[in-house]
């Protein structure tokens, strides 16, 4: 009867391991379904990552997704740039959701919603950085890089001030590029940047662009996000480009994407 007992014990200790090991090399992307507007959570095993808030009347979902999905706190929030569908969540974010560093592009908008931003963070107790120059952060095994835009700002073009954010885990890496356009994907593209990755997330929701095909070849993604609407959806030459290089294309205009990686296997959950 004693080794009996044991042998239970050993084979519950086993089971236990293999759970714990693969829930530490687990990493999980959510693109929420918010219209033609981005708002992406990163789930790792030390860390929640979230990019972009979504619109203005997107907080409260936002909000109760967060709750939904098991994530009390966030150790990042990332905003690429001030266009409202971007950071229009992010004051009811930050005013319901414990977030221990805030990310901002270093510029400022006068706009309604980037009013709302700072009203919030004033009164939070987040970390706020404006990012001037290139930031590496660590989280466990979670490696993220975030890059400011190469692209001087002019006081119109938001869209590339864009914040691009890297992720490496578990020898994948993942590549956010906010709204680059042409401009911004030019010098990123001609760069020494490694823009190589498994998973990528197209900027500017699918409005064509014509450094998409050496986006794609200089990254070579298996998966594409885009964050994109059935009122406004992807650009058909978009879609014609990235078929080109055969990768899995995921829109939340078909409603919200959940892939995850586990042992360095990505795939997308239905």
Not at 60 to 82: A, P, Q, W, Y
Not at 92 to 107: D, F, G, K, M
């Amino acid at each position: 009867m004693k080794r009996i007992l044991i042998g239970i014990l050993t084979l519950l200790l086993l089971l236990s391991g293999c759970t714990h090991s693969e829930r530490a090399h687990t990493l999980e992307i959510y693109a929420f379904s918010v219209g033609k507007a981005d708002a992406l959570l990163i789930k790792a095993p030390d860390a929640s990552i979230m990019i972009d808030t979504g619109e203005n009347g997107d907080g409260d979902e936002l909000v109760l997704r967060l709750s939904e999905l098991g994530v009390e706190k966030l150790d990042l929030l990332i905003l690429t740039h001030f266009d409202k569908d971007h950071i229009g969540g992010a004051d009811t974010i930050v005013r319901n959701v414990p977030i221990s560093r805030v990310i901002l592009p270093s510029y400022e908008k006068d706009s309604k919603q980037y009013a709302q931003l700072l009203a919030a963070l004033s009164q939070s107790s987040a970390e706020v950085t404006y990012l001037s120059q290139d930031l590496m952060l660590k989280y466990g095994e979670l490696d993220v890089s975030i890059w400011v835009s190469p692209v001087p700002f002019d006081g119109k073009s938001d869209n590339d001030q864009s914040l691009i954010t890297k992720l490496l885990f578990d020898g994948k890496a993942y590549l956010f590029m906010g709204d680059a356009e042409e401009e911004e994907l030019k010098k990123l593209i001609y760069s020494e940047r490694n823009l190589t990755c498994d998973v990528l997330k197209l900027p500017h929701h699918g409005v064509y662009d014509e450094q998409y095909f050496a986006l794609m070849a200089t990254s070579l993604p298996s998966h594409v996000i885009i964050c994109n609407s059935q009122k406004n959806p992807a650009d058909e030459q978009t879609i014609e480009t990235l078929g080109f290089f055969d990768p899995v294309i995921l829109q939340t205009k078909n409603g919200e994407i959940h892939l995850i990686a586990v042992n360095g296997v990505i795939k997308a959950e239905e």
